[in-house]
């Protein structure tokens, strides 16, 4: 059976950054999804919807090259990614559903890690982007010792120290607070007005007041 996206209303041009064309993916004996279509354009946020098991993380890991899907092809900027995978990589943020944060290492540490892995220099001092991300208070205590909120907060300080273009989100809203959402909301709001664009999955509804929200429907194929 085949899945049926919602597809974007645009079609590809020169502010598509992402294009997937018609996706398929298979695990064990099940496929997920086939003839997924997707023209993540600047400015846009496109968030993935479906139940648990319909296939949104894989489809994310698809979509940075991680994962090969079993047809179809995505294209960023116009090139097949496995052409283009050095500066594709260096365009994209992707941040996957465990938090990504080293226990042992104390909240400025995590982020001082994050910025070498990107190799450059961290934008504002640790100290400001923690008082962002409301973490003040906590920046000496070692991760694993924090709440679950408190480590994805850690993980998505992340979002303030790229200039990727392209972000990837597997559930970036879990464990956060109703302040947590909001903050991650504005930021969301201020990359695409930048020109970037987001793809990301989410089980609760994204607040679409302050940018354009496409949606992919995925359902469980049994
Ligand atoms: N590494 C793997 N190897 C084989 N099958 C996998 C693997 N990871 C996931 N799957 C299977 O792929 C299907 C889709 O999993 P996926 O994690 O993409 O779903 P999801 O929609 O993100 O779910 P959730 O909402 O629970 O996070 C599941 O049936 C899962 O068992």
């Not at 997924?36 to 919807?49: F, Y």
């Not at 979002?159 to 302040?179: G, H």
Request: aromatic share 6%.
């Amino acid at each position: 059976m085949t899945t049926q996206p919602t597809a974007s209303p645009q079609s590809a041009d020169h502010k598509t950054l992402l294009a997937a064309t018609d996706l398929a993916s298979v695990r064990g004996e099940r496929t997920l999804f086939a003839d997924l279509n997707m023209h993540v354009r600047a400015g846009e946020v496109w968030q993935i919807e479906g139940p648990n098991g319909a296939g949104k993380s894989s489809l994310l890991r698809i979509l940075t090259g991680l994962l090969a899907p079993q047809a179809g092809q995505i294209q960023f900027r116009g090139e097949p990614i496995q052409n283009c995978r050095e500066a594709f990589h260096a365009e994209l943020l992707f941040i996957g559903h465990k938090a990504g944060v080293k226990a042992e290492l104390t909240a400025i540490e995590n982020l001082e890690f994050y910025a070498a892995v990107q190799g450059q220099p961290i934008s504002a001092p640790p100290y400001e982007l923690l008082e962002k991300v409301g973490l003040v208070g906590l920046e000496d205590i070692p991760a694993q010792r924090l709440s679950a909120g408190q480590q994805r907060r850690i993980a998505l300080a992340r979002l303030w120290l790229t200039d990727a273009p392209l972000w990837i989100l597997d559930e970036p809203f879990t464990a956060l607070d109703v302040s947590g959402i909001a903050l991650l909301e504005a930021r969301f709001a201020e990359h695409v007005a930048a020109g970037g664009a987001i793809i990301l999955t989410s089980h609760q509804a994204v607040n679409s007041a302050h940018f354009p929200l496409q949606r992919v429907q995925l359902r469980y194929q049994y």
